[in-house]
């Protein structure tokens, strides 16, 4: 060991006889403090070196990056392989069909009379309740295999289903039977939304036996409540492994009100805050899209009104919310096609879309706009973990009336643009024509290619162009 620096420096300060300051006498000689410095001087050559051995590990480490990628790669298919064990290898696609206003008028349920059957007898192919005298299927068969092609479907049921003992009645206030919800769901149709104008038409009690005969013919329903659990429950369904929230709400119910006690729950009112609060429930529920069916507008207006607009601004452009707001709105009510767009979103980010309104999808209003509407198709695409929204395509629906026989006959119809519409009932030359041109007259509000929103391919559904009837 030689000596430190200060005990040399000492030495030389008081001029003393070290002739050799390295022998062992003179080393004996240096005061005790100079000891501990020495030690101190270890202490911090110890550091420089380790200082050192950081600086060739980094170096080393830095060297090593470019493998990094491929020593991970071998890594973490084990661990996701462990932890992960469901995750899909390949791209998951999930279409949704949306239907607009089902709102059975008089003449169309009359329409749907058959003779009445006892319970069970099973001549009537809805034969098994007492009520079993109707039968809407025939009138949805040619739409039918449009609507079972999508991963799940939605129809906007604009009546109560309050049972027979009040009759059935139309406009203004609505009552139809159980079978057309059995129709509809033979159809294709899994969910409804009850949140419109008409659902207390016959009252509270109306509005509970609707959610129970919907339940009975097995159909989700959202919109209306039982109770205050229910209101508080967003309805999020697992499609394929990708789980879509939908919430609905009405902005009118035609001046009904439920009973006081009832009033915070059995209606879901439109309220944005209300609306992104239930988003965000429903996120923590695990949707990954959040689709908001909403009764809105202005009857028989082509275009939105001002209010449509910046309630879909806010419910969709919501970024800074947390719950980042619904994904897609879903509108109802205006009996006539508007407009479909993407609005908002993030650049280059997952598509946020509206369809202001679906138009009719079954009515007795056989004027010009409001004798069709759209069967609007959601495609969803999952990848990993993210879900993402892709596009919303379009199908027109006519509603065809025969009056040759009495009763009158009603048709759902598929209208392929450039293809002929079939129909097991006669179609006049009036209504070629009205088939040809709704097409023609709904491609300035929808056709937007660029954004994702476009005619329906039923290819891309696994239908031929003139499916099975
Ligand atoms: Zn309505």
Same mark, same amino acid.
């Given at each position: ?47 420089? +070196? ?16 470019? +493998? ?122 899994d969910l409804c939304t009850t949140a419109n104008n008409h659902c207390l038409d016959r009252g509270w009690s109306g509005l509970v036996a609707t959610i129970d005969r919907l339940a009975q013919a097995g159909l989700a329903h959202v919109g209306t409540n039982r109770s205050l659990t229910e209101s508080q429950t967003p309805l999020v369904v697992d499609l394929k492994g990708v789980h879509v929230g939908f919430l609905a ?183 070629? +024509? ?22 329906l391919d039923p290819s891309a559904l696994g239908l031929s162009e003139t499916p099975a009837r």
């Amino acid at each position: 060991m030689g000596l430190c620096e200060k005990q040399l420096t000492c030495s030389l300060d008081r001029g003393s006889s070290w002739e050799d300051p390295r022998s062992r006498s003179t080393q004996r000689r240096c005061p005790r403090r100079h000891r501990a410095l020495s030690a101190l001087t270890l202490a911090m050559r110890s550091v420089f +070196a380790a200082r050192r051995a950081v600086l060739v590990f980094a170096v080393l480490f830095a060297a090593s990056l470019p +493998a990094l990628p491929w020593v991970l790669s071998l890594v973490y298919p084990l661990a996701a392989a462990a932890v992960m064990p469901a995750l899909p290898e390949e791209n998951v696609r999930v279409t949704i069909a949306f239907i607009g206003d089902v709102i059975p008028h008089e003449r169309l349920v009359d329409s749907a009379r058959v003779a009445r059957t006892r319970p069970g007898d099973g001549e009537n192919p809805r034969g098994g309740t007492a009520a079993a005298a109707y039968d809407f299927t025939p009138i949805l068969r040619h739409v039918a295999p449009y609507l079972r092609a999508a991963d799940y479907a939605v129809a906007n049921l604009e009546t109560p289903l309050a049972g027979p003992e009040s009759g059935y009645t139309g406009f203004p206030l609505f009552n139809a039977p159980l079978e057309l919800a059995l129709a509809l769901r033979q159809a294709g149709i899994d969910l409804c939304t009850t949140a419109n104008n008409h659902c207390l038409d016959r009252g509270w009690s109306g509005l509970v036996a609707t959610i129970d005969r919907l339940a009975q013919a097995g159909l989700a329903h959202v919109g209306t409540n039982r109770s205050l659990t229910e209101s508080q429950t967003p309805l999020v369904v697992d499609l394929k492994g990708v789980h879509v929230g939908f919430l609905a709400y009405t902005e009118t119910l035609n001046g009904h009100s439920p009973p006081r006690e009832r009033g915070t729950y059995a209606v879901n009112r439109l309220d944005v805050d209300r609306v992104a609060s239930d988003a965000a429930l429903a996120r923590l529920l695990g949707a990954e899209i959040v689709v908001a069916l909403v009764h809105w507008g202005d009857e028989y207006q082509r275009q939105p009104h001002a209010r449509q607009i910046a309630v879909t601004r806010a419910l969709l452009e919501s970024e800074a919310v947390l719950s980042r707001g619904v994904d897609v709105i879903i509108g109802h009510h205006s009996h006539v096609v508007q407009p479909i767009a993407r609005v908002g979103g993030l650049a280059g980010g997952p598509g946020k879309y509206v369809a202001y309104s679906l138009g009719n999808f079954l009515s007795n209003q056989p004027w010009r706009y409001s004798d069709s509407g759209l069967i609007a198709y959601l495609h969803l695409e999952k990848s990993g973990f993210r879900a993402r929204v892709t596009g919303l395509s379009y199908l027109p629906v006519y509603v065809q009336r025969d009056v040759s026989r009495f009763p009158t006959r009603y048709r759902a119809l598929p209208v392929l643009p450039g293809r002929e519409t079939l129909s097991d009932l006669p179609l006049s030359r009036a209504q070629r +024509a009205r088939l040809t041109q709704i097409p023609a007259e709904l491609d300035p509000l929808l056709f937007r290619p660029e954004e994702g929103v476009q005619p329906l391919d039923p290819s891309a559904l696994g239908l031929s162009e003139t499916p099975a009837r």
